[in-house]
């Protein structure tokens, strides 16, 4: 089974997308922030995929979890989502996908079975 961490800051969109992702088999663990996202990944390693939004309250990004996935979790993928052009933040590190908001949840199980 694919396991997700889900980072989202607005918790109906959090709830949403995790329901239908379970739905879809897909395990997932929810975070609310980026800060949370890296404790979680600290305590647990066996997630196939983070997927994180770029804008996040507080001071750490979804830009700042991939770099930190990236670099101690080189196995885990990373997909960025954001209702903001890609242009408008620093480049995303390597391996890392974008899927700008509003996205179908079709197009996101999709990146999650390729």
């Known amino acids: 089974m694919t396991r997700v961490l889900l980072v989202e800051d607005e918790a109906d969109l ?4 995790s329901e239908t992702l379970d739905a879809h088999g897909i395990a997932v663990t929810e975070a609310q922030t ?3 996202a890296i404790e979680i990944l600290n305590h647990d390693d066996s997630f196939d995929f983070v997927i994180s ?9 979804g830009i700042d979890v991939a770099h930190e996935v990236v670099e ?3 196995n885990v993928r ?6 903001h052009p890609l242009s408008h933040f620093s480049p995303l ?3 890392t996908l974008f899927l700008p ?10 990146l999650l079975q390729t």
Not at 53 to 61: K, L, Q
Request: charged share 15%.
């Open 14 to 17: 959090l709830s949403l997308v």
């Open 34 to 36: 980026g800060v949370q």
């Open 53 to 61: 939004d770029i804008a996040m309250p507080g001071n750490v990004s």
């Open 72 to 74: 101690s979790h080189p």
């Open 78 to 83: 990373v997909i960025l989502t954001s209702g």
């Open 93 to 95: 590190p390597g391996n």
């Open 101 to 110: 908001k509003p996205y179908r949840i079709k197009q996101l199980v999709e």
